[in-house]
T-cell receptor
Framework: DQQVKQNSPSLSVQEGRISILNCDYT??????FLWYKKYPAEGPTFLIS?????DKNEDGRFTVFLNKSAKHLSLHIVPSQPGDSAVYFC???????????FGAGTILRVKS | DAGVIQSPRHEVTEMGQEVTLRCKPI?????LFWYRQTMMRGLELLIY????????DSGMPEDRFSAKMPNASFSNLKIQPSEPRDSAVYFC??????????????FGPGTRLTVT
């Protein structure tokens, strides 16, 4: 039972354009959401997060949007850079707990 | 800070052998997590500790898997006996419950386990 779904296995974007990565969840008890980035042969690294009391959080080139009614969140990267090429994981936490449930990941390729 | 340290980085073993994976969390972090990443199941939480005490081991696949955290600086994950389906990348992560960013888990580089 996949509670966190990233339905796009991969995404290819031109350098300088916007990258939009999507994530859907099924458990309405999730109240905190995170995005992690992973390079090959490395562990995931934290990128940005959002609490369910907000609908947007911004950090430099990265913005996360949360639509609670649709149980959907997205990560926008503007402008995209070749160094952004990585696997992006969406994760969710319930009851503001420490246990994270991860999506399957989306491979982002930014072409120069 | 050296970050989360895992050893070994790669492990190849034969079916039936005992495997021990090791983790040193970031100093001062009071939460430690063990994850497994496979193509089929993605990144799944196996077990996590708070202040060296196991809090949730519901993700541990079966009794062949065990994890301990004898002190704040070390944890190990053991598989005995190992099976080919245990082949995966195993990640250790740590976080600080005291900080405002307690959800931000810091991951080690992982141990790639191959059981033949």
């Amino acid at each position: 039972d996949q509670q966190v779904k990233q339905n796009s296995p991969s995404l290819s974007v031109q350098e300088g354009r916007i990258s939009i990565l999507n994530c859907d969840y099924t458990n309405s008890m999730f109240d905190y959401f995170l995005w992690y980035k992973k390079y090959p042969a490395e562990g995931p690294t934290f990128l940005i997060s959002i609490s369910s009391i907000k609908d947007k959080n911004e950090d430099g080139r990265f913005t996360v949007f949360l639509n609670k009614s649709a149980k959907h969140l997205s990560l926008h990267i503007v402008p995209s850079q070749p160094g952004d090429s990585a696997v992006y994981f969406c994760a969710a936490s319930r009851n503001y707990g420490n246990k994270l449930v991860f999506g399957a990941g989306t491979i982002l390729r930014v072409k120069s | 800070d050296a970050g989360v340290i895992q050893s070994p980085r790669h492990e190849v073993t034969e079916m039936g052998q005992e495997v021990t994976l090791r983790c040193k969390p970031i100093s001062g972090h009071d939460y430690l997590f063990w994850y497994r990443q496979t193509m089929m199941r993605g990144l799944e939480l196996l077990i996590y500790f708070n202040n060296n005490v196991p809090i949730d081991d519901s993700g541990m696949p079966e009794d062949r898997f065990s994890a301990k955290m004898p002190n704040a600086s070390f944890s190990n994950l053991k598989i005995q006996p190992s099976e080919p389906r245990d082949s995966a990348v195993y990640f250790c992560a740590s976080s600080s419950g005291a900080s405002g960013s307690r959800y931000e888990q810091y991951f080690g580089p992982g141990t790639r386990l191959t059981v033949t």
